[in-house]
């Protein structure tokens, strides 16, 4: 049975450490060690990462009642010093005490109960029971949560038995038998919890909420503790400076600077169609067909711009069939139409070009597109196309 470190001190980060043994399963080699500073994911903290002598520590997680600390070479039955990733650590620490200030304000103040908790890479989010917490209650609760962090509240951790448990005014039941660990923030919080957090309060450094949205009919609601809160903020500041410049407004005035911009982008947009479908126009004008055919190959033509070109040429000329192709780089892209008076079925015309390529289309006895790879010459496309019109002649 491996000695959890991280239980008798959160603060432990490097410790001479026995393999006692090393094997492999479907996740990679894993060792087991006589006791450990890495804590394996659970509880919504991720696991720690680091070191073992020459091997890195990828993941730790518990399995059949064993802690395998997941590495990127087998090591072999020996004696080694063990580093954990303390910045890691330390993040997630500040992220999950964090949590259980949140949540119990969030449930004492207002009712709101916490229902999952994750920690990711960048975010860190509870999901509460309900979706009607104001953005009035979330600065209430963010306020009184940063008030606490400065009064550096103790947090501290004890281990009873589950009859004890019973006996205990906890936030929430224990959710395993045996036993049982609990953490608690004086006089805030008291809960059974298996992760890892700092001494008292004021080691989180900070609680900031960043953003909520709907989730599994409640709300999730994104925040940040400490060391991230910081990177956060800096990253923020960063991006308004940048805007600053761009923009040449000051941060007070940087929406109206957008929203004008925006405004001039839709107008130009406006513009840019208008004037493009009197291109369009124009070149549908030029297209002659010859002998009731249009085929005409282009090179790294948006599709869509041809698919409108070819609605403009039919609606021209009832009785034309066209062709149009667009090649790049070893991909062919295909618009198949005809006009009303037009014989033939495009669906079929289609099926007969994507059969000299690796790709896929769609469409109508009208209209169809579609295409894919292919080695194949555009003249061999175009004598397929004839081939096809001349059998619905």
Known sequence: MTIKLYYQDSKISEVQVKVVDSRKDAAGYYAILDQSCFYPEGGGQ???????????????QSVEGEIRHYTDIQLPKDSFSAQLDWQR??????????????????EDDFGFKTQSFHLGKERVSIDLDLDSATKEQLLAVENKANHLIRQCLSISDRWVTSEQAKELNLRKPPVVEGDIRLVEI???????????????????????????????????????????ALHHFNFLMETTDKLVAQLNAPAAELPEAAKALLADKASADKTI??????????????????????????????????????????????????????????????????????????REVLQQLLALTEGKGGGNAQFSQGGGATDKSPEIFKDVFRTAIKNFK
């Open 46 to 60: 991720p696991a720690d990462t680091g070191e073992i002598g020459p091997a890195k520590v990828l993941d730790v």
């Open 89 to 106: 650590r330390w993040d997630h620490m500040q992220q999950h005490a964090g949590q259980h200030l949140l949540s119990a304000l969030l």
């Open 273 to 346: 169609k208008n004037l493009q479908e009197q291109l369009l126009n124009l070149e549908a004008e030029t297209i002659n067909p010859a002998d009731g055919i249009v085929e005409k190959l282009f090179e790294g033509r948006p599709i869509k711009e041809l698919q409108q070109l070819a609605r403009l040429v039919i609606g021209k000329n009832p009785s034309v069939t066209v062709l149009f192709i667009s090649t790049s780089e070893g991909d062919v892209r295909f618009v198949c139409a005809k006009g009303e008076q037009a014989p033939g079925d495009m």
């Open 186 to 228: 004086a006089g805030i919080d008291f809960n059974p919890c298996g992760g890892t957090h700092p001494n008292n309060t004021a080691d989180i450094g900070l609680l900031k909420i960043i953003s909520t949205e709907k989730a599994k009919g409640g709300m999730r609601v994104y925040f940040l503790c400490g060391d991230r």
